[in-house]
Nanobody
Framework: QVQLVESGGGLVQAGGSLRLSCAAS????????MGWFRQAPGKQRELVAT???????NYADSVKGRVTISRDNAKNTVYLQMNSLKPEDTAVYYC??????????WGQGTQVTVSS
């Protein structure tokens, strides 16, 4: 099994930046793609960005150009650098790890609040 712990959320003004971190432990050999998702109040969880073990990235259109996902395999950590934050980026951000299991492993989530 894989365990994920997120950190780095908080309150920031519009236009500001935050860097989220997700530390993975457990069956690390089984992890292929890792990603960040977010869920705003009253909305479904949505993809923010993913990164494969080979470093290939994918971003939601809503964050392209403002967000960068990166991965440090030596530290078993994935990062989400978010710049030019907007109030609509306010959500709980979840880290996910995709393995051979049919369902991904999820972290507990970290709150990001962007004030206008």
């Amino acid at each position: 099994q894989v365990q994920l712990v997120e950190s780095g959320g908080g309150l920031v003004q519009a236009g500001g930046s935050l860097r989220l971190s997700c530390a993975a432990s457990g069956s690390l050999f089984s992890i292929n793609t890792m990603g960040w998702f977010r869920q705003a109040p009253g909305k479904q969880r949505e993809l923010v960005a993913t990164i494969t073990s080979g470093g290939r990235t994918n971003y939601a259109d809503s964050v392209k150009g403002r967000v960068t996902i990166s991965r440090d395999n030596a530290k078993n950590t994935v990062y989400l650098q978010m710049n030019s934050l907007k109030p609509e980026d306010t959500a709980v951000y979840y880290c996910a790890a995709f393995t051979i299991s049919p369902l991904p492993a999820w972290g507990q989530g970290t709150q990001v609040t962007v004030s206008s």
